[in-house]
């Protein structure tokens, strides 16, 4: 480098090497630039969880691991906030993003490594859980209920807990099953 600001000639090795390792680290970085892109089209801004969209392949991931794996399994629950509409209503749009941020964190922070979870609709919350019993699957669902329900954050120095109608979390079905 040191060659390449020294007035007078430039050895030409030297040179193509700059350019070659330039155009390597410009194509490094748009190749970061393209992911942030995709990445931040996969994800709900609000949560930080998968969208909708992006958790249909991990569905179809988990389905051909299941179709490969005799005694492969997949618990999957569908969680909604019960009264999410009224509390939005009645506390507004801000506090109810903040809840569901919290809501979010509580939900991604109950589960395994490996599971996921993502936004699946307004107040509605995608489990997938990987090698997991039915019976695993619930206690998991239940754990990660409990723990919204003790929960509480603060918004514009003002206490928040999400006692009614917030924490009361209902598991509309949880599916065990070797064909998704």
């Known amino acids: 480098m040191d060659e390449l600001n020294k007035q007078g000639t430039v050895d030409d090795n030297i040179y193509k090497q700059f350019l070659l390792i330039q155009k390597e680290f410009f194509e490094e970085v748009l190749l970061i630039f393209e992911f942030s892109v995709i990445n931040r089209l996969q994800f709900v801004s609000i949560t930080n969880l998968m969208n909708r969209r992006t958790v249909d392949t991990v569905l179809a991931h988990e389905k051909h ?18 009264q999410f509409k009224l509390f939005n209503d009645s506390y507004g749009h801000d506090v109810g993003d903040m809840a569901l941020q919290h809501t979010a964190k509580i939900f991604d922070d109950g589960i395994r490594r490996h599971d996921t979870v993502a936004r699946f609709g307004g107040e509605e ?41 917030l924490a009361l979390l209902n598991c509309v079905g949880i599916v065990i099953s070797k064909i998704l």
């Open 65 to 82: 691991r299941m179709s490969r794996i005799d005694d492969s399994t997949c618990c999957i629950a569908l969680a909604d906030i019960d």
């Open 125 to 165: 919350f995608l489990f997938v859980l990987p090698d997991m019993n039915l019976a695993d699957g619930l206690k998991t669902i239940e754990r990660v209920r409990q723990q919204l329900q003790q929960f509480s954050f603060n918004y514009n120095d003002k206490p928040w807990v999400l006692l009614r109608p």
